[in-house]
């Protein structure tokens, strides 16, 4: 049986698409061979386990239960526990000091950028705020995310492809789940 994290992009964010935690959780143990649910934050983070390994296809069960029961789609970025701890160590933002953490986000990516797109987000790039692409994530730092151009929206149309972010803190803490 495998373990997994569900980062769901869009709900419970500025008071749009306001899911329940305990309706998630009820949500996802609809998904045929999803067991052992687990919800982090009211922020769309939830980790179960499956006999299955077929990410298309957990997104898929999942996505299809969210739109039966919102009454509207709600993109999943899928990946294994064991990622989320490579991502962590694998993090190229290196001379980030750590008083400074807290300033660090990671997007994550539907799939893996071709690679006449990975080099685009570097031109945005400047002292207050840079983006380095790795594998299907791409790590953030900004001095203000808030009004940073590397928003979830920004990347999605520079890369192509479907992505949800999360700040550093809630990276690491889902390691602690």
């Known amino acids: 049986m495998s373990r997994f994290v569900a980062l769901l992009r869009g709900i419970n964010v500025a008071g749009q698409g306001l899911i329940l935690m305990d309706d998630l959780r009820m949500w996802f143990g609809q998904v045929p061979g999803i067991s052992d649910v687990s919800t982090y934050m009211q922020s769309g983070n939830v980790l179960f386990s499956s006999d299955n390994v077929n990410e298309q296809e957990l997104i898929a ?11 509207y789609r709600v993109d999943v970025i899928l990946r294994l526990y064991s990622d989320i701890k490579k991502i962590v160590e694998d993090n190229p933002l290196t001379t980030v000091k750590t008083e400074e953490k807290n300033r660090m986000y990671v997007t994550f990516l539907s799939g893996i ?4 797109v990975r080099g685009s987000l570097g031109v945005y790039s400047n002292d207050a705020e840079y983006a380095r692409v790795l594998n299907r994530e791409v790590y953030v730092y900004s001095n203000n995310y808030g009004k940073t151009c590397f928003s979830n929206t920004f990347i999605e149309k520079k890369l192509g492809l479907k992505a949800t972010t999360r700040n550093w803190t809630t990276v690491n803490k889902l390691l602690d789940l």
């Open 113 to 116: 950028p071709s690679f006449d």
């Open 61 to 71: 069960g999942i996505e299809d239960v969210l739109e039966r029961q919102l009454g």
